[in-house]
């Protein structure tokens, strides 16, 4: 009995480094996808004659057959 409370107690607090690092490369890669979309969506008023920027590729529309 002893030694499980000696175990337990020397348990040390740890923090998620797994955790906080999926969820920070999600947010990361949520605000780049969210970007080239944005980038690449009907532009808004008062951006309509604005240049895109060359890091952001260009996205072709699909055809649908038939329409």
């Known amino acids: 009995m002893y030694l499980i409370m000696q175990a337990a107690a020397s348990q040390q607090p740890h923090f998620p480094f797994a955790s906080v690092s999926v969820l920070a490369l999600g947010f990361i890669a949520a605000t780049t996808i969210g970007s080239i979309a944005w980038y690449n969506s009907k ?25």
């Open 43 to 67: 532009r808004p008023v008062g951006w309509e004659d604005k240049e895109r920027p060359s890091v952001v590729p260009e996205v072709e529309k699909e055809q649908t057959p038939g329409v």
